[in-house]
């Protein structure tokens, strides 16, 4: 039972290790682009008002910014949930009553413990990690792009 645990988290850390891999950079171009976009999408919402069909352009362009908005969302949600699984591994090893199984297991599960201390990650280019703390930071610096679009307008 514990090798086919052991062996599972070793899957899971090789399945994200190549998820990394093939999405840090997509991600970070991807949330890039989102921001400026984001950013745009609000200024053309705060220039409509007061202009003939200000109501229809700030409805489609609201639309859009909410699924750009949710887009992004989305992928720090991702990664944030996969490090809180890969938290929960741990802990649950940890919460086990490993102390009083026999040496063997016990020396598997503290070295699955030791492993998931390395939380697994997807990162944005490999600088930042993907987390709802992350989303904040994109929709601020959005917000702070846009006040100085606004300030030059």
């Known amino acids: ?59 489609r362009n609201f639309l859009f910014y909410l699924a750009v908005n949710i887009e992004v969302f989305i992928f720090c949600f991702a990664g944030e949930y996969l490090s809180a699984k890969s938290k929960s591994i741990g802990d649950a090893a940890y919460d086990s009553l490993w102390y009083e199984s026999d040496s063997r297991d016990s020396r598997n599960i503290l070295l699955l413990i030791l492993r998931s201390q390395n939380q697994l990650t997807i990162t944005i280019g490999k600088i930042m990690n993907l987390s709802l703390e992350q989303f904040t930071n994109i929709i601020k610096t959005s917000a702070s792009y846009l006040s100085i679009l606004l300030a030059m307008y």
Request: glycine share 4%.
């Open 1 to 59: 039972m514990v090798k086919r645990v052991i062996k599972k988290h070793q899957n899971i850390i090789t399945f994200s290790e190549h998820i990394e891999d093939l999405y840090s950079y997509i991600s970070m171009v991807l949330l890039i682009s989102d921001t400026l976009l984001i950013c745009c999408l609000g200024f053309t919402m705060v220039t409509s008002i007061g202009r003939p069909n200000a109501s229809e352009s700030i409805i």
